[in-house]
Antibody, heavy 119, light 105 residues
Framework: EEQLVESGGGLVKPGGSLRLSCAASGFTFINAWMSWVRQSPVKGLEWVARIKSKGAGGTTEYAAPVKGRFTISRDDSENTLYLQMNSLKTEDTAVYYC??????????WGQGTLVIVSS | EMVMTQSPATLSVSPGERATLSCRASQSVGSNLAWYQQKPGQAPRLLIYGASTRATGIPARFSGSGSGTEFTLTISSLQSEDFAVYFCHQYNNWPLFGPGTKVDI
């Protein structure tokens, strides 16, 4: 069974940092294009970042609101996806989902991890 | 700037009835459109990709249609487990979600 399990969320002050992890199992992670998607009551569902498989070049892309502050990476030997979040802002408060892409759509979703940015 | 809109915001229907949900893109996305279902406390679940292809395990009562800028998700006969929020998502350009349609009783 395909599974994505996020961890690393929590409460952080504005300007702080947090690293999210996502452990994948049940599918061929090394071939998967992976993304982070967040959801908040204010902004709804919002794509955050994507990393392609190494076979496809391993390139990364970021949504404008997080570019320069967030870094997506992957460890294919550990079947794990990461999101390093720096210079966090209150508007980054959301549930963060790890997702595996299927021809651009989001086939597999984790259960989500809550990030709260507040003083 | 691309904008995704969904209508109606809330759709009140009875079990067994047909539900028709709309999604509009401000510019053409071809057939690069997906639909998701989300229930309270759960992650979204992929229903439809490529505008009209059902994901694995999705019942045949769910169907998608459209291309370009106008898309429709139809639930032919609502079951109790179908009451949820439905989102559309275009992946032709930078990924972008619609605001959702809540289907309730």
């Amino acid at each position: 069974e395909e599974q994505l399990v996020e961890s690393g969320g929590g409460l952080v002050k504005p300007g702080g940092s947090l690293r999210l992890s996502c452990a994948a199992s049940g599918f061929t992670f090394i071939n998967a294009w992976m993304s982070w998607v967040r959801q908040s009551p204010v902004k709804g569902l919002e794509w955050v970042a994507r990393i392609k498989s190494k076979g496809a070049g391993g390139t990364t892309e970021y949504a404008a609101p997080v570019k320069g502050r967030f870094t997506i990476s992957r460890d294919d030997s550990e079947n794990t996806l990461y999101l390093q979040m720096n210079s966090l802002k209150t508007e980054d408060t959301a549930v963060y989902y790890c997702v595996a892409e299927y021809y651009g759509s989001y086939l597999y979703w984790g259960q989500g991890t809550l990030v709260i940015v507040s003083s | 700037e691309m904008v995704m809109t969904q209508s109606p915001a809330t759709l009140s229907v009875s079990p067994g009835e047909r539900a028709t949900l709309s999604c509009r893109a401000s510019q053409s996305v071809g057939s690069n459109l997906a639909w998701y279902q989300q229930k309270p406390g759960q992650a979204p679940r992929l229903l439809i990709y490529g505008a009209s292809t059902r994901a694995t395990g999705i019942p045949a009562r769910f169907s998608g249609s459209g291309s370009g800028t106008e898309f429709t998700l139809t639930i032919s006969s609502l079951q109790s487990e179908d009451f949820a929020v439905y989102f559309c998502h275009q992946y032709n350009n930078w990924p972008l979600f619609g605001p959702g349609t809540k289907v309730d009783i």
